[in-house]
């Protein structure tokens, strides 16, 4: 006989809840979790292991699930997933991150979060957190990356200033960065990536006190997003702003250009 089915309480988290709501519909319409899989092209473990919330739900799989149910219910629950993921004094800027059509990064320590790959993300957010929390943790940071491959709106453009402190770093140990080095080489070829590194040689240079984001809106001001130990803020005083573009023109200033920072990447990897 095989195990009872792990009873879930739709209460204790969002991830619960979506597992709690899968195996209500699948058996409602008597599907197995075979059947289930085959119809959406996933595999058995993965459609046990969401019943179980034993993984993360992504948009993909909220957006198939409403498909073959037709609910919303799903996006709902991702929705409140990835909310949950994101510490509160960040929600407010990855709302509006999520409408820019411009984004312009400073990394001085670490490959900026709209460029890491699994794996780097995995090793920059693991420290402090549980497996589920570091699961969720990553998974929305990659999330966030959905911004630059969208069909509709247009992707946003983002133009990333990362130190070559940020290359040599060893986050995650060789492999890893041999794979985040090759993601950049690989997203710097779209056209809406432009990637420019400040060379070691540049010393001390405007921005070097630590990152920030600025946003740009088609309809709406700019806002920044400046990051701070335990915690960043978001800065819409335009003022302000202005003081943070002027930053980030001057790090601009201090950038090899284009071309040169791609053979720089390159010698890293």
Known sequence: MGRPAKQLRPGDSPVTYFGYELRKHRESEQLTQDQLAAELRWTRPIVSMLELAERIPRQHHAEALDARFRTDRFGHLYELIKKEAVPSFFRGYVERERTADQVRAHAPLLIPGLLQTEGYATAVLRAGRSPGELERSVAARLERQRILFRDDPAPARLWALIDETALRRQVGGPDVM????????????????????????????????????????????????????????????????????????????????????????????
């Open 178 to 269: 041999a794979a985040q080095l090759g993601h950049l080489l690989e997203v710097s070829d779209r056209y809406n990536v432009t990637l420019q590194v400040v060379p070691e040689s540049a010393q001390t240079y405007a921005g070097l006190e630590g990152a920030f984001t600025i946003l740009g809106f088609q309809d709406g001001a700019d806002i920044a997003y400046v990051d701070a130990v335990r915690g960043g803020y978001l800065v819409d005083q335009q003022a302000r702003v202005r003081e943070i573009t002027l930053t980030w023109d001057l790090v601009r200033t201090s950038a090899l250009p284009g071309d040169d920072s791609l053979l720089k990447i390159k010698e890293y990897l």
